[in-house]
């Protein structure tokens, strides 16, 4: 016998997984929306001119659309709290590196990890949300309540990041530089 959820309010627990969730997908919009404004700075140090420096963006996408599987394989294995800990993890360990590259294939690899990192914690907390949404109903879809949230959220915090880079709060090394 199933037990019985009382319409409008989830469970506490549910509850909690959902902030947690969304949380993680705010600061993640905020995360990868800091990487943008170094986009010209990288692409000055390196010398890039406009194919090369595309070419080294698209390996970003190269890399989500591989680890694809390997994230859904992470978080079968490892569960979907630890696996969105470590994409976490590893999102924080690869932002700076497209910064910190050297060269145009250094860039390129520095890309793709984070294209990786990005969509193992895009994909890691689906199957809590696939849980949220079966709690929460009866035979009928709730996914759309739990996936909107998150893509606001990650929405929001793009757009903080940008406000906090056009108020000069956070800014590149290269504006830095032309200040000077």
Not at 28 to 56: C, F, M, T, Y
Request: net charge positive; aromatic share 6%.
């Amino acid at each position: 016998m199933r037990s019985a959820i009382r319409p409008g309010r989830p469970p506490a627990s549910v509850q909690w997984a959902r902030r947690s969730i969304s949380v993680v997908f705010f600061v993640n919009g905020l995360l990868l929306a800091s990487w943008l404004p170094h986009i010209p700075e990288v692409k000055e140090r390196l010398a890039l001119n406009d194919l090369q420096l595309g070419i080294a963006l698209l390996a970003m996408a190269a890399g989500a659309v591989l680890a694809l599987p390997f994230a859904g394989w992470l978080t079968g294995m490892l569960g979907s709290r630890l696996a969105t800990k470590a994409a976490c993890l590893a999102l924080c360990l690869f932002l700076p590196a497209p910064v910190l590259a050297p060269t145009l294939p250094i860039l390129m690899l520095a890309l793709l990890l984070l294209g990786a990192a990005n969509a193992t914690l895009a994909c890691s907390p689906d199957r809590p949300y696939a849980q949220i949404a079966s709690s929460r109903c009866e035979g009928t879809a709730h996914l759309v309540d739990s996936e909107a949230p998150r893509d606001v959220l990650a929405f929001i915090g793009r757009l903080l990041a940008i406000a906090l880079f056009a108020l000069g709060i956070l800014r590149s090394e290269l504006s830095n530089h032309q200040r000077q």
